[in-house]
């Protein structure tokens, strides 16, 4: 079992639809990040959580530490926003990565 | 700020030839990390030094896998000889220190094993 679960796998919606993107992880952590790839691109990370909740722009993401669990949410969404969204968790020296959410925003 | 810089972006060789990736980290960075991550995956941890030590490397495949970095500032990852399944996209991300800092991650580089 991964230590890193995010659903849905794959969401596609309406430019301007509000998204949500869930990350449940199930070790202890330090911080959590959401990152953001894509297609053919690197990686670049959107935001780096220990607690509660962090906007930057359309993005909000919150932390829940006592459910393990996280949320990013993209108002007013836009096709440029189509990426893969990944979640993943730091313990220890390490990192542990979601398999990823892959977003598509149709105009 | 310059980002993570790697080289190639992308690759393709034959199975059983051998491939270099070189990562230039962040000007300071004293964490640096190979990934690989293959298609519909979440990336996968196959080296974490730190400053010219190597932090862990349980998941590299030694036997045909290789990284090093010299004077803790670029790193190359190798591969001798490539199987099919090395297809994957290798990213290098790099860090102030680990853990609880944010890492910044390199473009990556696209292999292709035929």
């Known amino acids: 079992k991964n230590e890193v679960e995010q659903s849905p796998q794959n969401l596609t919606a309406q430019e301007g639809e509000f998204i949500t993107i869930n990350c449940s992880y199930s070790?202890?952590?330090?911080?959590l990040h959401w990152l953001q790839q894509h297609p053919g691109g690197g990686i670049v990370s959107l935001f780096m959580l220990s607690s509660g909740k962090k906007k930057h722009g359309r993005l909000i993401a919150t932390i829940n530490i006592q459910e393990k669990h996280s949320s990013l949410h993209i108002t007013a969404s836009h096709p440029r926003d189509s990426a893969v969204y990944i979640c993943a968790v730091n313990r220890g020296n390490q990192f542990y990565f979601g398999t990823g959410t892959s977003l598509t925003v149709i105009p | 700020e310059a980002g993570v810089a790697q080289s190639p972006r992308y690759k393709i060789i034959e199975k059983r030839q051998s491939v270099a990736f070189w990562c230039n980290p962040i000007s300071g960075h004293a964490t640096l990390y190979w990934y690989q991550q293959i298609l519909g995956q979440g990336p996968k941890l196959l080296i974490q030094?730190?400053?010219?030590?190597?932090?862990?490397d349980s998941q590299l495949p030694k036997d045909r896998f290789s990284a090093e970095r010299l004077k803790g500032v670029d790193s190359t990852l190798k591969i001798q000889p490539a199987k099919l399944e090395d297809s994957a996209v290798y990213l290098c991300?790099?860090?102030?220190?680990?853990?609880?800092?944010?890492?910044?991650f390199g473009q990556g580089t696209r292999l292709t094993v035929v």
């Open positions: 070790v202890g952590i330090s911080a």
């Open positions: 991300a790099s860090s102030l220190r680990a853990p609880n800092t944010e890492a910044f």
């Open positions: 030094f730190q400053n010219n030590g190597v932090v862990d």
